[in-house]
Structures are given as structure tokens and as C-alpha cells.
């Protein structure tokens, strides 16, 4: 079982920058892809980032890549979603994932843990 927390949400002016983590429990944290999904009311769950379980492999949605980075720290089972040039389009509640398989975080079918989600506002 991995727990997963997210933090770091919050208001932020259209320009700004966020910085989001995901705290999870668990010892075979390094042993799991994680990925960043967001759902902004009305509209389905997305993903946005995929990072591999040794880091060395990224994925990002064409409507965020450039502007945010994915990261990982294993000795501190915590993964972050780095968010700048934040648009008026990217307000959602932003959860974080793990999957033994990076395709199923990519493509959002099956994942086998979620966290509860953090709020994203962008001022405008």
C-alpha cells in the first residue's frame, strides 16, 4: 500500500509559480512511476507529468511542457511538480499518482494510487 499527500496548492497570479509535493508512505516508493493529474470543474481528469521510478525519464503534456518540471527525491518518498508561467487555463485540484507502470499513469487508465488532490487557483 503508498499513501500519497499532496501540498502546496493555493492562489497564485497569472505569471506566478507553484510549487507542489507529494509526501508518500511506504517503503518501495522509488520502486513506483509518479505522475501529476489535474481536474478543473467540468472537464475530465488529465494528466499533466509522468516522472519514472529512478527519475531519468519525464513526460509532460503538450499544454504544460516548458513551463513545469517534474522531479523526485527518493530518500525523501516525495515527488514535486515545479509550476511556473501559470496560466488562467491551469487553476484545477492537482493530484498526485503512483503506478508500477509509467503507461498507466501516462495514459490515466488503471493507476493503482491516488492522493486526495490540492487546490491550483490563478488570478488573473
Known amino acids: 500500500q503508498v499513501q500519497l499527500v499532496e501540498s502546496g496548492g493555493g492562489l497564485v497570479q497569472a505569471g506566478g509559480s507553484l510549487r507542489l509535493s507529494c509526501a508518500a508512505s511506504g517503503r518501495t516508493f522509488s520502486s513506483y512511476a509518479m505522475g501529476w493529474f489535474r481536474q478543473a470543474p467540468g472537464k475530465e481528469r488529465e494528466i499533466v507529468a509522468v516522472?519514472?521510478?529512478?527519475?531519468?525519464?519525464?513526460y509532460y503534456s503538450d499544454s504544460v511542457k516548458g513551463r513545469f518540471t517534474i522531479s523526485r527525491d527518493n530518500a525523501k518518498n516525495t515527488v514535486y511538480l515545479q509550476m511556473n508561467s501559470l496560466k488562467p487555463e491551469d487553476p484545477a485540484v492537482y493530484y498526485c499518482?503512483?503506478?508500477?507502470?509509467?503507461?498507466?499513469?501516462?495514459?490515466?487508465?488503471?493507476?493503482?494510487?491516488w492522493g486526495q488532490g490540492t487546490q491550483v487557483t490563478v488570478s488573473s
Open positions: 516522472i519514472s521510478w529512478s527519475g531519468g525519464s519525464t
Open positions: 499518482a503512483a503506478d508500477w507502470d509509467a503507461n498507466r499513469l501516462r495514459l490515466g487508465v488503471g493507476v493503482d494510487y
